[in-house]
C-alpha cells in the first residue's frame, strides 16, 4: 500500500479529538471569554440534539461521498496537487491549505446566498457561543455542503491520507474557535497571524450584520486577510452574540424546521432596527479583553 492511499488510524483520530474537545470545555468552565446568557447544562443539551442530527447526516452523506472521492481521484490519478510533482509532505501541506481555502469560499457562500443562509442561520441563532455550538448545525446544511465537499476533494486531488488528516485537524479546530476560553491577548494576537481564534471567531457571531459577514476562516487565518474579509478591532465585551431578532433560545425542535418555515426578519431586532455600532477604534487589533 502507498504512503497516500493510507489513512490516520481512527482511534488515533478519535483521541486527539476527544482529547481537544475536552480539554477545550474544560479550559472554558476555567478560563470564560464572554458572559454566557443560558446555563451550560441547557446549551449543552440542546445543541447536542442538533449535532447528533448532523453527526449522523456527516456519516450517511459526507463521510461515505468524501472517502470515495478520494479514492476515485487516486485510482484516475486525477490530482490537482499531483501534476506538480512535489515531494508527498509538500503535496500533502498544499491539499490541505486548499481544502481550507475552499472551505472559507463555503462559509462565504453560506452567508451570501439566501438558500445556503437558511440552513446556517440555524447555526447563528444561538445565544451564546462556545464549545457546543461547534455542534449546531443544521442536518440540511451538512447534506448540501457534502457534494460540495466531494468536489473539493476530487479537483483538488486530496489523498485518503490528507482527508483524513484534515478532517481530524478541522474537528479540533471547529472546537477551538468556537469555545469561550479567555486566552492571554498577546498569545491570541499572536496566534490569529496563523489560524481563527475564539475572540475572531467570537465578531463572527457578533449581532452586527458587518461583525457577522467577516472572519469566514475556519482552519488558518489567511484567506480572510487575502480577501479583506477579517475584522479585528471589536472587543469581546462589546459583542452580542447571535441574530437580532433572535434574542433569546429557541428548543431544538424548532431550531430543526427553521430553515423550512418562514422566519423572523433576522437583521432587525424586535423593537429596534439593525443593530449598529459607532466609535470604534480604526485600527485593526485584536483589542481586550
Ligand atoms: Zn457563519
Not at 496563523?194 to 452586527?208: A, D, E, K, L, N
Amino acid at each position: 500500500m502507498r504512503l497516500q492511499e493510507k489513512q490516520l488510524p481512527s482511534w488515533f483520530s478519535a483521541a486527539i479529538v476527544i482529547g481537544g474537545v475536552v480539554s477545550f470545555f474544560w479550559f472554558e468552565i476555567r478560563r470564560p471569554l464572554r458572559r454566557s446568557k443560558d446555563s451550560k447544562l441547557s446549551r449543552n443539551l440542546r445543541n447536542g440534539l442538533i449535532g447528533i442530527t448532523a453527526a449522523a447526516t456527516v456519516q450517511l452523506t459526507e463521510v461515505r461521498l468524501s472517502r470515495r472521492m478520494s479514492e476515485a481521484g487516486e485510482r484516475r490519478h486525477w490530482r490537482l496537487v499531483k501534476w506538480l510533482r512535489l515531494p508527498v509532505w509538500i503535496e500533502t501541506v498544499l491539499a490541505l491549505a486548499l481544502l481550507d481555502y475552499t472551505l472559507y469560499l463555503w462559509h462565504m457562500l453560506s452567508h451570501r446566498v439566501p438558500f445556503l443562509w437558511r440552513f446556517h442561520l440555524v447555526h447563528h441563532v444561538d445565544v451564546d457561543l462556545d464549545v457546543s455550538t461547534g455542534l449546531r448545525f443544521h442536518f440540511g446544511e451538512i447534506a448540501l455542503g457534502a457534494p460540495y465537499r466531494a468536489a473539493q476533494i476530487l479537483m483538488i486531488g486530496v489523498s485518503p491520507l490528507t482527508l483524513s488528516i484534515w478532517q481530524t485537524l478541522m474537528l479540533v479546530s471547529i472546537a477551538f474557535h468556537h469555545s469561550n476560553i479567555k486566552l492571554g491577548p498577546g498569545f491570541e494576537r499572536k496566534l490569529v497571524r496563523f489560524i481563527v481564534t475564539p475572540r475572531i471567531h467570537g465578531i463572527h457571531h457578533s449581532i452586527i450584520p458587518e461583525e457577522t459577514n467577516s472572519n469566514f476562516c475556519s482552519g488558518l487565518s489567511i484567506w480572510d486577510r487575502l480577501h479583506r474579509t477579517m475584522r479585528l478591532n471589536i472587543p469581546q465585551t462589546e459583542i452580542t452574540i447571535g441574530i437580532p431578532a433572535y434574542r433569546n433560545s429557541i428548543a431544538s425542535s424548532e431550531a430543526l424546521v427553521m430553515p423550512f418555515v418562514p422566519r423572523r426578519t433576522e437583521w432587525s431586532l424586535p423593537d429596534d432596527g439593525i443593530p449598529t455600532r459607532a466609535g470604534l477604534s480604526p485600527i485593526p487589533t485584536l483589542l481586550e479583553p
